[in-house]
Every structure is written in structure tokens, then in C-alpha cells.
């Protein structure tokens, strides 16, 4: 007997059997219905879903075998058995099945476009099947995406399996009895006031209509691999464009352009508008499942706020401009400044919202029309310590490892990551991984969703990870848990490392990080005996003082069990954060590096790099953000361009970076909406979203993948590869690159570790990971599989200390404020305040431990003022044990609770990465 989809550890052996008299041959394992679709024939099914196992509940894909009728989903396919799908009294029996189900079904259910009325259609059901009337169960409008018309359910419980086996989040229930069974949420309450977590997979799940979102779209989850009709580009040269031919009802497959996780989306448009967002059934790294932002929060693209038009400060007001007077403001102040002051006098921080081809360009902008390397990205400020930490201890600057090895991982060590709110997707399949019995080891100070799921929750304060990371390196060392053979072959360091850790015993790791010695062993011992552990981490680890220290330290483990580079390592995997922060990052927007992390201080590159550009390019390294606004305040930068990134609202310590901005003679926000900063600049400029664009996102597994334009940009608005090359018209350079696949494939060229991709080979065989050098390379999923990339080919383990943070609570403060982020709004906020995901979480509050609130006298929802060295903020109280006593949590997401005006411009010793994660504040009931 064979049964169940995971084949994982079985023999690889094939089961033959015929189907329509056809001879096919399936993996042992396989059900009827896989060899049905293998010979190219047919079933209707409705319960069935490829995202998760099948149920059999409704009994349509029912055939004919040798040993009788059988339902296709569930059976398995056995030798020699034959299988007939076009059998007329089968056919007989499921259009009776049929029957059965609509006659309690309404009649309107014909009027949209289900699965339930294609099977019916396709059987011969006809309309006289339904009922006239149904049974007035009622609908459910409270949630803003979410809608339910319970009479239209046919209880096929498609979209519970959903919510349990791919979401996670368990919020789903069949209620009711006999024919009057219906989904619900929760308890049966509103909606909206489930558990729910809105990431849509109940309603593209739904075959019948009963669930829908804001507009219905027919998507086949049952069929993995529907080609889109994807609409071509139209070309465009700068600042001219031509009419897109767009015909009505069209399908862009894209890459979502909200966090890193890079999921692949259909984007569902009629004329102008967006009809509806629905994840790809076969993307490569989300598998038909998405979360509240990728799949609903794209009303923003719509907003009346989005910038239409230049705007050109004239007496203190920025005011409409035509192009040509803005472009003509920018190129005529920034060559003043250059020509004045040096190029140095101007910076530049580019976009990880914005593709690979527009960040080659604004990067080559820098280099050539102005020659300064001044130009950096928001990585500076996110995942700087990871790319600096992986370079040292392994040699490159992504993660180690794809997605999908998560899946296989039985060890998954979660460190300073809120990954069910920050990256829903991955979060749902570690969740996953967990009910299949994976053990989960959450470091975190707070207790997120995932640590209260977790085997083992280490606890600490903020700003300890290096403290509990070695605590864990100690016990891995004194217990055994160590590879010796592949420390004695391919690491480095470990004396040293041995040395440093006699000074942390469990319980002085305890004294330092508040994580108690019997937690910490446990999880030195799910880490340590795991066969293929695998280790993911946040920006609890990176946004700290010694954040590198953090990212090396939590590398040490992987590297002493061998995890990492071999067959049963799941390495070490950074959460990067935005959408496109990876692709930034590789594309040289970075002051020290061009594209691929080539160093602009080694002659040979910059030699290359010139003669490909007709250019020399600037030998000393540039400043990185936090150094861009020193040098404003001491006036050695003069002008700012800020490309896709709120720096007002996203930068520490708020008044200082307004005090820099306010210091420049002259600010260009290229932005899609009026931002804080867009706010204060003297030129803005018109951009458009990733809807709106053709191009390449990296995402955080350092995959390529393509984005492409299901909408013109709005208005006088232009993508911002248009924008930024008529930016260099405007200062008399022509940057090349005609279109964002030339630029591509200029970078390619220059660029060993992107050699071998491209626009057209992603078109044609899907993501491709780097490094990839030659068009015959699939491209390195898992990298380091022989030798590691630092010079000498190993890895090095770091025996670094612990150190405290740069702004510890005290007496005067003596509260520790974390920051970070919810599920619901983005970042600052500008695109998903702009959304009905506004009706979901209207405003920010303050996180505070039910002792402490009882200590201030606040209540839920009372005002607290929240105050730093720098600033005071207010936010009503949520009271919530999520959060340890003493330690506080904000997100920076509302304008009216500008988090940043509190945090300081403490920085990691080696990237200038900031310590969001730990700013000491008092509180006081407003
Ligand atoms: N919904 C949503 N998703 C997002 C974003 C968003 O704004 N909203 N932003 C995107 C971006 S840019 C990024 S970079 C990612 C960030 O994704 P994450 O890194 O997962 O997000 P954060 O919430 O900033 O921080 C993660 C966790 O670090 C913990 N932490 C704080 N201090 C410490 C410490 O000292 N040690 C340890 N071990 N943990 C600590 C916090 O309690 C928090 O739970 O999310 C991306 N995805
Ligand atoms: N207190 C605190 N502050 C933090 C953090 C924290 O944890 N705590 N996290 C930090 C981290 S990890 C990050 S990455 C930063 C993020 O900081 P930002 O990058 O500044 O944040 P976003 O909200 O993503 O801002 C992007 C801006 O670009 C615009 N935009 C979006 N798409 C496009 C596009 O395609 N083209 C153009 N031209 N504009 C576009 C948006 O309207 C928005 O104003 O915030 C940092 N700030
Ligand atoms: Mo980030």
C-alpha cells in the first residue's frame, strides 16, 4: 500500500498503470488523479487543491478503475490497475453529486465566474438544478477583503485546509449541522474580528463563490502552471511615452513588491484598473500563497495622492511643474554643486523598493555624471551587519540557502525574526514545518506568534544576542554537538573561539541576557542534535550596536555543526526585508562596492568598470547614510538625492536627519507619494511603483526575479528608469542602458556573479538564483557546497565578546523601546495607510507588559508619552504580555506616532547599521 503525498525518504520507485487505455508511469505515492493529469486527461474536482493534501470530501473527480468507482484525489495509483475518466455511468453519478450540492445553492451562484459553475457547465447540471431562493444563511461584510455569502457554501471545507495546512493560522471552522453546514471564522462572530489574518487563501481557494474578495477572479489552484497573458512593455525613451496597447482583462505575472520574500503574483487588471491580485500557483518561492499586502493591499496604486506631476519648490511651496522646468532645476543645482564643491558635495540613497535596473542606473549616475561614490541604500540601515557578517564568516553576502529547505529542516533556529508578520509566507510554512514536527527555537525578547509555538523561547533582553549566542557555542562545544571533521577540513578559528567562550557559562550568559541556563541548554540540544538544522534571523540580530558581532556570532553555530555547505546544512538564512533590498545591495548601490560587491578600491575593477563606461570611476569610498547627514550638518554635502526611501520618517533620530536635509542647499525626492521627505525637498519627482515597471527584484534567497507593468504610471508620472536616465540628460551624460533589460544585461557583463542572467532567460525558465556566471548555469541555490568563498575557501568561526549597547535603559529612562514592525502597515506607511488595510489596524499603539501598565496607571487604550533623550511621542496603551516587563514596542508606520523621533544615532561599530532595535525612554500617562 502506498498513501500520502510526502514521498520524502522513500524509494524512488514508479507505479504503472493505464488511463484511458494510455500507459503512464507515476512516482510511487502518486494518486489517480496525478496519473489522470500525467496522460494529459481530465477530471473536475473541486476539494482538491494542489497547495495542500487531498480530502476527498466532494466526491466530483470520481472514474472508473479496475477495482470500481473510486474518488481520483485520494486513491492511490496502483500497478497495473486501469483507469477510465470518460465512463458515462460515473459521469451519471457526479452530475447527481452535483445535483445534491446546488439544490440548496442559489441560482445567482451563475452569475460568477467559480469553479462550481464550470463543473457544472461541464456536466450538464443545469440551472434548473439550483435552488431559487437558497437558504438564507446570510453574508458577512465586516472585513474589508474578506467577504463571505454562506449560502453560497458547499461545505467542501477546501478553505479550512487552507487556513490550517498552508496559512497556519487555524481561524476556520465548518459550523452548523446537516445541509445547513457553512465555513465560519472563529467562534462565528464577525469576521473581521477572527483570528483571521487576511492573506487570502480561503477565498482563492473557494470553488463556489461563498468566499470572495473585493472582485472575483477565477484562479486554478488545481492546475499548477496556467500561463499568464502577460502584456509586454511598451518601449519607452526617456520622458516620451508611447501608448501601451492594453486589451481588456489581462493577466501580468509579477513579483510582489512589498517585503523580500519575492512572492510571484498575478495581477488581474481591466482597462485602467486593478480587478484583483492573485499569487501564482506555481511561484517559485510562495506556491499560490500570499499575505495581506501582496494579495489586497494594492489600492494604493489608485490613491489621489500619488504624485502626478513634478513639483518645484518656488517661495517656500512646492508647486506643479512641467519635466522640463524640474529636470532643468536638477541638472543645472546638482552640476552647480559639483562644479563648485566637488562631487563628494552630493549623495545619493537609492531604492530596495525599486528593481535592479533602476539601482544600476542610479549607482552609474553617481559614478559617472556626478563621479562620487556617495551613494548607498536602506540595507545600511536593515541588513548592512548580515552582508558584512556572511562576507566575513562565509565569504558572500546572501543567505546560504533557498526557501524550500525550510520545508525540510528539523531543527529551525529563529533569532531576532517576526517572520509570520514580517515575512507571512515564510512565516506560514516554518509554522508548518513545526506541526510536522520540526523543533522551533525562537530567540526573541518578545513573545511572537512563532515563540509561542516554540519548543524552546529564549527570552533575553534586547541587545544580548551575542551573549546568548555564545552561551549556545559553549554548550555546542561541551556537549558533543560539534562536526569535527568538518571543522578540522573547511573552519577556522575554533581555539580561539574555545578560549573566549570559558567565559560564558550558562550562567553568566544568564546574568548578561536574562535567558535562564536550563532554556539556553535546551536549546543548545534541539540545535545541536538536529540532522539538518537550519537557522534564520532578523533584524533583532542586525539593528543593534554590535549587530555584526550578532550576525557572526549566530553564524558560529551553524559553522560547529557543519551546517552550513553541506548536504544536511539549512544554513543560515537573513530575512532581508524589502521587496528589492538584496537586488540593491548587488547592484552596487553601496559606497564601497559596484555591482556584485566589487570592490571600487581594487584598480582592476574600477579599470573595467571605466572602460565600459567611457568614464573613470571615483576611487575612494563613499559615505553611508548615517555619515550623509554628518557631512550635511558639517557642510561637505550640499545636495541630497533620495530615490524611493522616506528617510524622514525611516531614519533614526528623525530631528537630526531634518537638520541635515534642512543644511543642504538642494533635496530631490524621486517618490510615488508625498512622503515626510518628498515633503521638505526642493524638487520631487514623479516615480511609479513596482504595478507600474518592468524589471528584476532579487529577493532574500538571491533569487532574480521579473517584475513586470500591469498599469501605465499615473498621470504625468514615469517608471523611475525613465526618470533617472532623463536625470542624466538633464546633466548632459547619456547613461546608455536604452531599456531596463539593457541595463541588465550591461551589469551582467561587468559582473561575474550575474554573468549568466538576463531578461529573456528569466522569461524563459523563471527565477534564477546567484551566483550564476555563464547562460548555462542554473545558478547556485545553496552555495558553498565544496569550498567557501573567503580567500582561504573556509569558514571562520568569530570569537567576539559580548558588549553592552549603546543605549542601555537607566534610571532616568528606564524602559527599553523596541521597534519593529506589525503585519498589517508597511514601513512608513506611505502605500499601505493608502489601502483598505487602514480599516484593519487604523493607528499605532504602544505594546506594554500588564505589570508596567498597572505601575503607570494606564489603562488599554489610554494615551502614553513616550519619551528619549530626543524626543516625545504619544500612543494609546495595548496591553499585552507580548512584550517582557520593562520593554516597550512601536512600529514607525503613522506619521502621528513618529517612532524615529525617538531613536538614537547609536550605530553598529562596522556598517553604520542603526540601534532601532534598543532606545532607552520613560513613560507617563498623557
Ligand atoms: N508587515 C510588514 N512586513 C515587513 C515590513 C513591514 O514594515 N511590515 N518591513 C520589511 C522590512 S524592510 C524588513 S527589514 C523586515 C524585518 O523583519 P523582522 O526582522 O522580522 O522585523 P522586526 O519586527 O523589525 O524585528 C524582528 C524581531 O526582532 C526582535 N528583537 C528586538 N531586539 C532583539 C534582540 O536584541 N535580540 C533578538 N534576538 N531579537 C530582538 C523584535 O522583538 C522583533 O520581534 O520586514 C519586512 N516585512
Ligand atoms: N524605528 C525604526 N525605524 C526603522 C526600522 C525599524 O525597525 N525601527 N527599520 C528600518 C528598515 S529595516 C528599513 S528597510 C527602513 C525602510 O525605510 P524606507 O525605505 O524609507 O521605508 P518605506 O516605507 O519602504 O519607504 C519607501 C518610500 O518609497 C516610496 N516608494 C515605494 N515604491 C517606490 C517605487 O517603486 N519608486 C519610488 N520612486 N518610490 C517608491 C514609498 O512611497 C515610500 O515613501 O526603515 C528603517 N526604519
Ligand atoms: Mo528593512
Keep these: 500500500m502506498t498513501g500520502g503525498a510526502g514521498t520524502e525518504g522513500r524509494g524512488r520507485d514508479v507505479v504503472r498503470l493505464r488511463v484511458d487505455g494510455a500507459p503512464v508511469e507515476v512516482a510511487e505515492g502518486a494518486t489517480v488523479l496525478d496519473a489522470v493529469r500525467a496522460v494529459g486527461a481530465d477530471v473536475p474536482t473541486l476539494c482538491f487543491d494542489d497547495r495542500m493534501a487531498p480530502s476527498g470530501a466532494c466526491r466530483v473527480c470520481l472514474v472508473r478503475t479496475g477495482r470500481g468507482v473510486a474518488a481520483a484525489c485520494t486513491t492511490p495509483a496502483e500497478e497495473n490497475v486501469d483507469v477510465w475518466t470518460d465512463d458515462r455511468e460515473v459521469a451519471a453519478m457526479v ?3 452535483l445535483e445534491l450540492m446546488v439544490e440548496r445553492i442559489p441560482e445567482r451562484a451563475l452569475e460568477l465566474p467559480t469553479e462550481l459553475t464550470d463543473v457544472c457547465a461541464r456536466l450538464g447540471v443545469e440551472p434548473a438544478a439550483f435552488d431559487l431562493a437558497g437558504r438564507g444563511l446570510g453574508r458577512d461584510d465586516s472585513h474589508p477583503y474578506v467577504r463571505l455569502d454562506a449560502d453560497l457554501c458547499i461545505a467542501c471545507g477546501r478553505c479550512v485546509r487552507m487556513c490550517d495546512e498552508v496559512q497556519g493560522t487555524f481561524a476556520l471552522t465548518m459550523a452548523g449541522r446537516g445541509a445547513d453546514t457553512v465555513v465560519a471564522a472563529g467562534a462565528g462572530g464577525p469576521w473581521v474580528e477572527s483570528a483571521c489574518v487576511s492573506c487570502g487563501g480561503c477565498v482563492d481557494s473557494c470553488p463556489s463563490g461563498a468566499l470572495s474578495g473585493p472582485v472575483s477572479v477565477l484562479t486554478s489552484y488545481a492546475t499548477a502552471g496556467t500561463a499568464p497573458t502577460t502584456r509586454t512593455p511598451a518601449a519607452r525613451t526617456p520622458l516620451t511615452r508611447t501608448a501601451g496597447d492594453r486589451a481588456s482583462d489581462l493577466v501580468t505575472r509579477t513579483t510582489c513588491g512589498y517585503c523580500g520574500v519575492g512572492c510571484t503574483l498575478d495581477v488581474h487588471t481591466r482597462d485602467t484598473g486593478i480587478l484583483a491580485v492573485t499569487p501564482a500557483p506555481d ?12 494579495r ?31 529636470l532643468d532645476v536638477v541638472g543645472r543645482e546638482l552640476a552647480r554643486i559639483r562644479d563648485r564643491h566637488g562631487p563628494d558635495a552630493i549623495a545619493a540613497i537609492s531604492s530596495a523598493r525599486s528593481t535592479n535596473e533602476e539601482n544600476y542606473l542610479l549607482q552609474k549616475l553617481m559614478r559617472t555624471a556626478i563621479g562620487t561614490n556617495n551613494v548607498d541604500n536602506c540595507s545600511r540601515i536593515c541588513h548592512a551587519p548580515s552582508a558584512a557578517g556572511l562576507i566575513a564568516s562565509f565569504g558572500l553576502a546572501g543567505g546560504t540557502n533557498p526557501a524550500e529547505d525550510l520545508d525540510v529542516a528539523d531543527c529551525l533556529l529563529v533569532a531576532g525574526a517576526n517572520v509570520t508578520q514580517a515575512h507571512p509566507v515564510i512565516g506560514a510554512r516554518i509554522v508548518q514545518a513545526a506541526l510536522r514536527g520540526a523543533r522551533l527555537v525562537v530567540v526573541d525578547p518578545r513573545r511572537t506568534e512563532l515563540a509561542r509555538l516554540a519548543d524552546v523561547h529564549l527570552r ?16 555546542l562545544l561541551d556537549r558533543g554537538f560539534v562536526d ?7 573552519a577556522d578559528g575554533v581555539e580561539e573561539l574555545r578560549e573566549l567562550l570559558a567565559d560564558y557559562p550558562p550562567d553568566r550568559v544568564a546574568d548578561l541576557s536574562g535567558v535562564p541556563p536550563d532554556a539556553l541548554a535546551a536549546a543548545a540540544e534541539a540545535y545541536g542534535t538536529a540532522r539538518r538544522p537550519a537557522i534564520v534571523y532578523g533584524l533583532g540580530i542586525t539593528e543593534h550596536v554590535h549587530g555584526t558581532d550578532g550576525v557572526r556570532t549566530l553564524a558560529n553555530l551553524a559553522i560547529l555543526r557543519g551546517a552550513v555547505g553541506t548536504p544536511h546544512g539549512m544554513g543560515v538564512s537573513p530575512l532581508r526585508g524589502q521587496n528589492n533590498v538584496q537586488g540593491a545591495s548587488d547592484m552596487g548601490a553601496l559606497p564601497d562596492v559596484l555591482p556584485g560587491y566589487q570592490r571600487v578600491d581594487d584598480p582592476l575593477v574600477r579599470e573595467r568598470f571605466a572602460a565600459a563606461w567611457g568614464t573613470p570611476v571615483p576611487e575612494r569610498p563613499g559615505l553611508r547614510i548615517p555619515e550623509m547627514f554628518d557631512a550635511a550638518l558639517a557642510g561637505r554635502v550640499r545636495a541630497m538625492y533620495v530615490f524611493g526611501e522616506d528617510i524622514l520618517a525611516t531614519d533614526p533620530n528623525s530631528g537630526h536627519v531634518r537638520a541635515a536635509l534642512d543644511a543642504c542647499d538642494f533635496v530631490v525626492s524621486q517618490e510615488i507619494f508625498p512622503s515626510a521627505t518628498a515633503q521638505v525637498a526642493d524638487v520631487v519627482l514623479p516615480g511609479s511603483s513596482f504595478l507600474e515597471k518592468d524589471g528584476t527584484f532579487v529577493n532574500f534567497d538571491r533569487r532574480f526575479q521579473r517584475v513586470r507593468p500591469a498599469l501605465d504610471p499615473p498621470g504625468q508620472a514615469y517608471t523611475d528608469f525613465d526618470v533617472l536616465r532623463a536625470v542624466g540628460d538633464a546633466l548632459g551624460v547619456d547613461l546608455g542602458c536604452s531599456d531596463p533589460a539593457a541595463a541588465l544585461a550591461e551589469c551582467a557583463e561587468l559582473t561575474p556573479v550575474f554573468a549568466g542572467i538576463s ?3 528569466l522569461d524563459r525558465e523563471g527565477a534564477l538564483h546567484w551566483p550564476c556566471r555563464r547562460l548555462d548555469d542554473p545558478g547556485e541555490a545553496r552555495l558553498y557546497g565544496t569550498a567557501f568563498a573567503t580567500p582561504d575557501g573556509r569558514a571562520h568561526l568569530a570569537a567576539r565578546p559580548w558588549l553592552p549597547p549603546g543605549e542601555p535603559p537607566d534610571a532616568d529612562f528606564p524602559y527599553a523601546l523596541i521597534t519593529g514592525r506589525r503585519l498589517v502597515h508597511y514601513n512608513s506607511g506611505t502605500m499601505t495607510r493608502r489601502t483598505p488595510n487602514l480599516a484593519l489596524v487604523p493607528g499605532e499603539h504602544l505594546d506594554l507588559h500588564p505589570d508596567d501598565a498597572r505601575r503607570l496607571g494606564v489603562g488599554e487604550g489610554d494615551p502614553v508619552e513616550i519619551t528619549s533623550r530626543r524626543g516625545m511621542v504619544t500612543a494609546p496603551a495595548r496591553v499585552t504580555d507580548e512584550v517582557a516587563v520593562g520593554e516597550v514596542f512601536l512600529t514607525f508606520a503613522f506619521p502621528d506616532v513618529p517612532a524615529n523621533l525617538l531613536t538614537s544615532s547609536e550605530v553598529d561599530e562596522v556598517t553604520s547599521c542603526p540601534e532601532y532595535k534598543l532606545t532607552a525612554v520613560r513613560l507617563r500617562r498623557a
Design 95 to 97: 452530475r447527481r453529486v
Design 283 to 294: 511561484g517559485p518561492v510562495n506556491r499560490g500563497h500570499a499575505c495581506v499586502k501582496g
Design 296 to 326: 489586497f493591499a494594492y489600492g494604493f496604486v489608485r490613491s489621489p495622492d500619488r504624485l502626478t506631476t513634478p513639483l518645484v519648490r518656488r517661495s517656500d511651496r512646492l508647486e506643479p511643474a512641467t519635466w522640463d522646468e524640474a
Design 460 to 475: 533575553g533582553r534586547p541587545g544580548s544576542n551575542v551573549a546568548v549566542f555564545n552561551g549556545l557555542a559553549r554548550l
Design 484 to 490: 569535527e571533521e568538518f571543522l578540522a577540513a573547511r
Design 759 to 761: 531578461h529573456e532567460r
